[in-house]
């Protein structure tokens, strides 16, 4: 028996990254799943390696979320949980920082995951889970970072109303606070041809074993068994709250 044994989850951004690793953790758990991306060519092939279903959704406009809510039940018959994974990052100080580029975190990040709570949890069945991947400068600041920051601090405010309002009907709505994860977002080398995302990659590796109590970069399999947690009845009492999985990062710095 899976945990998710017969229950319809939609993960966003569900193409690589974490969102991948949730889609295929929730089909391996018996979850019929539905990858949501704008990588239509990746989302495609995962969703026919685990035997889900894909359909494209840009998370920033309404239309989109509607065509991937009717995709789903017109499949399954109905939408048991949602994971808004679907984020951007962009690296700039506030000063430095043009409005377009902090509208367009806002837009994917803080919009996205509005509309994806606005437009499944009406259609959602009582006792559902919505899962919002907020981040660790969701509670915390960091430099250079500050249109993330402030989507994601947006995120886990979100959370906590639409818990409340969402409560009389049995729907659990929970947050994850990553910190740094091992994907294309924290090292964008990944994705681009000319890098080299190797040597990259051991340069962050020797920053995170400075910043991180556990020493290394978090796996979005990690991610993942966290997002399974929440939207299984592992969790069945815990809902408005955020959850930090950052190998120690928020605790404090260590002198040693």
């Known amino acids: 028996m899976g945990k998710l044994d017969g229950r319809v989850v939609l993960v966003t951004g569900g193409a690589r990254g974490q969102g991948e690793q949730e889609a295929r953790l929730f089909a391996a758990e018996g979850a019929r799943v539905v990858v949501a991306d704008v990588l239509d060519e990746r989302g495609q092939a995962l969703a026919d390696e685990i035997g889900a279903l894909y359909t494209h ?4 406009e309404e239309d989109s979320w509607r065509h991937a809510l009717d995709t789903a ?8 949980g949602l994971v808004n994974n679907a984020g951007i990052l962009r690296f700039n100080s506030l000063t430095d920082t043009p409005l377009d580029e902090f509208m367009e975190v806002v837009r994917v990040n803080q919009v996205g995951c509005f509309l994806g709570v606005r437009t499944v949890a009406p259609a ?5 889970t919505i899962v919002n991947t907020a981040s660790y400068t969701g509670l915390a600041g960091m430099a250079a970072v500050g249109a993330y920051a402030a ?7 979100l959370t906590r109303v639409a818990a409340l309002e969402l409560a009389p009907r049995g729907i659990r709505v929970n947050a994850m606070c990553p910190g740094a994860i091992d994907t294309p977002m924290s090292n964008p080398a990944a994705l681009d041809p000319a890098a080299d995302a190797e040597e990259t990659a051991k ?5 995170y074993r400075k910043l991180v109590p556990l020493g290394r970069i978090g796996r979005p399999e990690e991610v993942a068994r966290l997002a399974l947690f929440l939207t299984s009845d592992d969790s069945s009492y815990i809902t408005g709250q955020p959850f930090v999985i950052d190998g120690g990062w928020l605790a ?3 002198i040693t």
Not at 73 to 80: C, E, L, N
Not at 124 to 128: H, K, P, R, T
Not at 151 to 157: F, L, N, P
């Open 73 to 80: 039940q017109q499949a399954y018959g109905r939408v048991d």
């Open 124 to 128: 959602m069945a009582d006792g559902g």
């Open 203 to 207: 340069a962050l590796d020797g920053l």
């Open 151 to 157: 989507t994601k601090h947006a995120i886990v405010g």
């Open 252 to 254: 404090g710095v260590s």
């Open 57 to 60: 959704l840009d998370v920033r």
